[in-house]
């Protein structure tokens, strides 16, 4: 199975400020093909299921706000939140779908 | 709107099986994949499987192989997941999930909407 390991673990950002949270994947998860990543990012609020927020490492999922945008390729990604808003405390996964599917083990989002 | 409503909580013995609902709304039923995923207290989600609604076809997880049955039930527009022979590490909230993409494409394993979640414990 492709590993998937998240950094950091938890993070606390101010109101406004931008948060980062990256994302390994212990192989390329990379389709040549298609040119596209095969990860996905979701957010999770406690006592909810997930999230879908973007998916192929960079393709917002429809409704979700623009201040959230991935990057990265190959094996390194990163979810970046623009402004955060309080209303983005959460923890967020990444899942990679290039063979079985996985997720990280997540990364806790608090306002600082 | 696209819902998934799951069945309600279960508490299981060691050895016992557990069968978990989730009825799908605001679509056609047959035209998307549904997915399975349980994620323990504290961690990331597990993938288990995959049923075509349609065709009844299923992929499962290395993992769960000989252990888990995934069903759908086109008139009720429902699918099942039963997993058997539970042990305490089967503790965990189960959820099914819509594959995001209609199953006239590739299957895409991203996972969009989810259902609320099936809380499941084993405890002796």
């Known amino acids: 199975d492709i590993v998937m390991t998240q950094s950091p673990d938890s993070l606390a950002v101010s109101l406004g400020e931008r948060a980062t949270i990256h994302c390994k994947s212990s192989?390329?998860?990379?389709?040549?093909?298609?040119?596209?990543?095969?990860l996905t990012w979701y957010q999770q609020k406690p006592g909810l299921p997930p999230k879908l927020l973007i998916y192929w490492a960079s393709t917002r999922e429809s409704g979700v706000p623009d201040r959230f945008s991935g990057s990265g390729s190959g094996t390194d990604f990163t979810l970046t939140i623009s402004s955060l808003q309080a209303e983005d405390v959460a923890v967020y996964y990444c899942?990679?779908?290039?063979?079985?599917?996985?997720f990280g083990q997540g990364t806790r989002l608090e306002i600082k | 709107q696209v819902q998934l409503v799951q069945s309600g909580p279960e508490v299981k013995k060691p050895g016992a099986s557990v069968k978990v609902s989730c009825k799908a709304s605001?679509?056609?039923?047959?035209?998307?994949?549904i997915h399975w995923l349980r994620q323990a207290p504290g961690q990331g989600p597990e993938w288990m499987g995959v049923i075509n609604p349609s065709a009844g076809t299923t992929t499962y997880a290395p993992k769960f192989q000989g252990r888990v049955t995934m069903t759908g039930d086109t008139f009720t527009s429902t699918v099942y997941m039963e997993l058997s022979s539970l042990r305490s590490e089967d503790t965990a909230v189960y959820y099914c999930a819509r594959d995001r993409v209609s199953s006239s494409t590739a299957l895409s394993y991203e996972f969009d909407p989810w259902g609320q979640g099936t809380v499941v414990s084993v405890t002796s």
């Open positions: 192989q390329r998860v990379l389709y040549t093909s298609t040119n596209k990543n095969s």
């Open positions: 899942q990679q779908s290039y063979t079985t599917p996985t």
């Open positions: 605001g679509y056609t039923f047959t035209t998307y994949f």
